[in-house]
C-alpha cells in the first residue's frame, strides 16, 4: 500500500501515521570538474546525485571515523557482593 503524497496513512483502524524524514539538508560547495564527474556518475548508475553523495561520505566515515556510539561488551567478571542499601544510602 503506497504513502499519499501528504506523507500520512490511514489504517483500517482509523490511525493516523505520519512518517517523518530521518535525513537533513545540507548544501556544500565541490569543485566544478568533481560536479560534472559526480552527475555523470549518478547518471550512469542511475542514482540521485544526493544518494551518490551520502553513500560516498558514509563509505569515507566508515573507513575513517567509526561510530563511536556502538555498545561495548564484555563478559562479565564482578566477583564483589551488592547492596542496594549503601548504593543509594543518603537518598
Not at 556502538?70 to 543509594?88: A, H, L, N
Amino acid at each position: 500500500m503506497g504513502l499519499p503524497s501528504s506523507g500520512r496513512d490511514l489504517d483500517g483502524a482509523g490511525i493516523m501515521y505520519y512518517i517523518r524524514s530521518m535525513k537533513e539538508h545540507m548544501s556544500i560547495t565541490i569543485e566544478k570538474g568533481t560536479a560534472q564527474r559526480l552527475k555523470r556518475y549518478a547518471l550512469r548508475e542511475r542514482r540521485a546525485v544526493s544518494t551518490v553523495v551520502e553513500m560516498a561520505v558514509e563509505r569515507l566515515l566508515e573507513e575513517k571515523a567509526p561510530a563511536s556510539d556502538r555498545i561495548v561488551t564484555s563478559t562479565g567478571s564482578f566477583q564483589g557482593s551488592f547492596s542496594r542499601e549503601e548504593t543509594y544510602e543518603g537518598r
